[in-house]
C-alpha cells in the first residue's frame, strides 16, 4: 500500500485513516493471472475491508479506481457507508465514447487529462529511465484490467446501488466527458453529481483543494 499526495493531505487535514492500495500489477508488483477485472479487484477490496476489521468506509476511487468503487458498492457491504466516483470509467453511454487510451502517447494522455496541461503535464521522455519502465508497466497492466475502459455490463448493476454516491467531474476532461459523469449519476439511486469547472480527468492533481472539500463533508455526512 502507498499514500498519494493528495490521501496524505486528506488524512492530515481531516485527522482520518486514508488506505490506498496499489492495483496488483502496479508499481511492479505481482498480479495474479486470474485477477483481471475492476470487478475481480472490487471484491478483492472488500475482502481486505474484511480483513482489517474495517467500518463505516467511504471508498474513494478515481478513474479506473471509479470503475472499481462503482463495482463495490454495486457488491453491497456493511462495511461501506459512502462511494465517491472521481471521473470514473466503466459506464457505457451512446454519444459520448471514451478516448483510445491505448492509442495515446503519454504525452497525449497528459493533453486530455488536463484542464492546464501546460501546468500539469508531464513529459515523460524527461523522467528517469526507471520512471518511465515503471509507467509502461503500469499501462501494460491498465490494459489488462480496464481493456477499452467500458463494461456494457456495468450499467444494469448500478441502480441496485443502496449506499450514498457522489459522483464529482472534472468539466475540462477529455478522456470521458461530464456526460458521462450525468449517466453514472442518473443511473445510481440517490447520486449527486459535483463538476468542478476548473479540472480535467485529475481534480486530486489540479484541484486538490476543493476535492478535498467535496469528499470531506460528503464522508462526514455517511
Sequence with gaps: MTVLPWAAAFAATRSAEVIVPVHPGFQGTHRPEPLRTPRGLAELYLRML????????????????????????????????????????????????????????????????????????????????????????????????????????????????????????????????????EAFAERIPGARLEVISDAGHLPQIETPSRLDELVGSFADLH
Design 50 to 181: 474484511e480483513a482489517l476489521g474495517l467500518e463505516t468506509v467511504t471508498v474513494v476511487g478515481n478513474s479506473i479506481g471509479g470503475w472499481i468503487a462503482a463495482e463495490i458498492a454495486a457488491l453491497g457491504s456493511s462495511r461501506v457507508s459512502a462511494v465517491v466516483l472521481v471521473d470514473a470509467v466503466g459506464l457505457v453511454v451512446a454519444g459520448h465514447a471514451y478516448v483510445d487510451f491505448p492509442s495515446l502517447t503519454p504525452a497525449e494522455v497528459a493533453a486530455r487529462s488536463y484542464h492546464d496541461p501546460a501546468r500539469f503535464g508531464v513529459d515523460p521522455s524527461k523522467l528517469p529511465p526507471e520512471a518511465q519502465a515503471a509507467m509502461a508497466g503500469n499501462r501494460a497492466t491498465l490494459a489488462v484490467y480496464g481493456g477499452d475502459m467500458t463494461d456494457p455490463t456495468l450499467a444494469s448493476r448500478l441502480p441496485g446501488i443502496d449506499v450514498p454516491v457522489l459522483v464529482v467531474w472534472g468539466a475540462a476532461d477529455r478522456i470521458g466527458d461530464p456526460a458521462i459523469g
